[in-house]
Nanobody, 114 residues
Framework: QVQLVESGGGLVQAGGSLRLSCAAS????????MGWFRQAPGKEREFVAA????????SYADSVKGRFTISRDNAKNTVYLQMNSLKPEDTAVYYC???????WGQGTQVTVSS
């Protein structure tokens, strides 16, 4: 079973940027549709963005459109989430997911201060 490891979270001021990475443990990653989700304290986990295997089909939650960009490097078995113009309401634990499965990473904390 594939393992996913997220990194790149941290503390940033509002208006700042972060880039999250999610590394997969298998070359089969190149065939997967991948996604990012987030969960804020006291809230349910929500969809953020997704990318198909070739990187030419992207989707975003309305709340992050125009600010976040999902991408992937299949040679590195890695999917990225570039987050710009961060807002305090983006504060959450961010998870990487193989779309349509219960395969999740351990999460990485993103905290945006006002």
């Amino acid at each position: 079973q594939v393992q996913l490891v997220e990194s790149g979270g941290g503390l940033v001021q509002a208006g700042g940027s972060l880039r999250l990475s999610c590394a997969a443990s298998t070359r089969a990653f190149t065939r997967y549709t991948m996604g990012w989700f987030r969960q804020a304290p006291g809230k349910e986990r929500e969809f953020v963005a997704a990318i198909n295997w070739s990187g030419d089909n992207l989707s975003y939650a309305d709340s992050v459109k125009g600010r976040f960009t999902i991408s992937r490097d299949n040679a590195k078995n890695t999917v990225y989430l570039q987050m710009n113009s961060l807002k305090p309401e983006d504060t959450a634990v961010y998870y990487c997911n193989r779309i349509g499965t219960s395969t999740w990473g351990q999460g990485t904390q993103v905290t945006v201060s006002s």
